[in-house]
């Protein structure tokens, strides 16, 4: 099998993401985990907590590449003003799931407070669907939408980490 | 480790000086160097202050957004 000339940097980034997933789950092991009981636990919020951390930097990096894209023209004005909606939605929805997680710290989450959780975060995804298909999908610039969806592959790859917490 | 992302990093301007049309792919590639390194961090730190560090950046992001909002606008430059 042949690979076309343009399948290149999707492949790179695609092989940066994986990296970053496995980056990102192997540098749990740090920190402070005092109690044999509480290890599995800390384990999941410390989890949570570094990604959600994750989304906020990534969007953090989408702005700032947002912004260059609009001063370079390869985003008109239109497009930017959706762009920078929407990623206040994640940004809010994120905000709002980091403050629940603070709220919750030290407490092993019961059926109820696993299902807030999960809810908060189902605000988060959807948020971040919505950047994709409303924000970057119908953006007219070639360079500068493959740029922004791989900077937005790098924060759902977080977010998948927080799912996994999530999980029954 | 941070050594080769500080490399990563520093390089990434020196390629597109030599190659114009690579200005994007670098421009990505700093980005990601920047995350990677940003997440190799984290591995140093202790909950809160991932927590901590989440929350400073959040209300960052919602400041430079509002600011985007307000030029966008046609507000304030």
């Known amino acids: 099998m042949r690979l076309h000339l343009k399948s290149k940097p999707i492949i790179t980034g695609l092989a940066l993401v994986l990296l970053f997933s496995s980056l990102s789950f192997k540098c749990s092991s740090g920190g ?6 509480n290890v ?13 951390d994750d989304v906020a930097k990534g ?10 894209l ?10 930017e003003g959706k762009l920078t909606d929407l990623l206040l939605k994640v940004n809010t929805a994120d905000k709002v799931f980091v403050a629940r997680i603070k709220a919750m710290r030290g407490t092993a989450p019961d059926a109820s407070g696993k299902a807030n959780l999960a809810s908060l975060f189902a605000e988060v995804t959807s948020a971040l669907n919505e950047l994709s298909n409303a924000g970057l999908l ?5 360079d500068a939408k493959g740029q922004m969806q791989k900077i937005l592959a790098l924060a759902t790859a977080a977010a998948q980490i927080i799912e996994a917490f999530l999980k029954p | 480790m941070d ?6 990093t520093q390089l990434t301007p020196l390629v597109t000086s030599f190659v114009p049309k690579a200005e994007s792919e670098a421009e990505l590639l700093a980005i990601i160097a920047r995350m990677t390194k940003f997440i ?3 591995g140093g730190m202790t909950t809160d202050e991932i927590l901590d560090q989440a929350d400073t950046t959040l209300d960052d992001n919602e400041k430079k957004l509002m600011a985007d909002k307000i030029r966008l606008a046609g507000g304030a430059p």
């Open chain 1, 32 to 37: 402070s985990n005092n109690g044999n009981a």
């Open chain 1, 40 to 52: 599995d636990l800390n384990k999941q919020f410390r989890s949570a907590a570094k990604a959600s």
């Open chain 1, 59 to 68: 969007i953090s990096e989408m702005i700032d590449l947002k912004r260059k």
């Open chain 1, 70 to 79: 609009a001063q370079q023209g390869k985003m008109s004005a239109a497009e």
């Open chain 1, 138 to 142: 119908p953006l007219g610039n070639a």
């Open chain 2, 3 to 8: 050594k080769l992302l500080e490399l990563l």
């Open chain 2, 40 to 42: 190799h961090d984290q």
